[in-house]
């Protein structure tokens, strides 16, 4: 008998990769896959004409998640969504005002 070798859910696959640049291909987003200390690959958003990341998007059981990337303090969740389509929807919509 083989081995069962437990696949990482939060692993983006290549399928994943294809779903995502297709969808910031139409969006106010550049998308980007960096490395992270791990050696995986991992995606950020960078809003158009900024300079650094906006967001860091992770996988869920549940969807995706965006984790906003500031200079104060520890990231939080800016958005989550089932599909990347919907995630990207959210997080280009602009920022309700009291």
Same mark, same amino acid.
């Given at each position: 008998m083989g081995s069962v070798v437990r696949f990482p859910g939060d692993l983006i696959t290549e399928h *994943?990769?294809?779903r995502l640049t297709a969808t910031a291909g139409g969006?106010?987003?550049d998308l980007e896959f960096r490395k992270n200390g791990q050696g995986i690959l991992a995606p950020y958003l960078t809003r158009c004409e900024h300079l650094r990341p906006s967001y860091r998007l992770r996988k869920t059981v549940e969807g995706w998640e965006a984790i906003a990337l500031g200079n104060d303090g520890p990231s939080a969740v800016a958005a989550r969504a089932r599909? /990347? *389509?919907e995630l990207f929807r959210?997080? /280009? /919509?602009p920022a309700e005002r009291n």
């Open positions: *994943d990769r294809r969006s106010p987003f599909n /990347a *389509d959210t997080l /280009a /919509a």
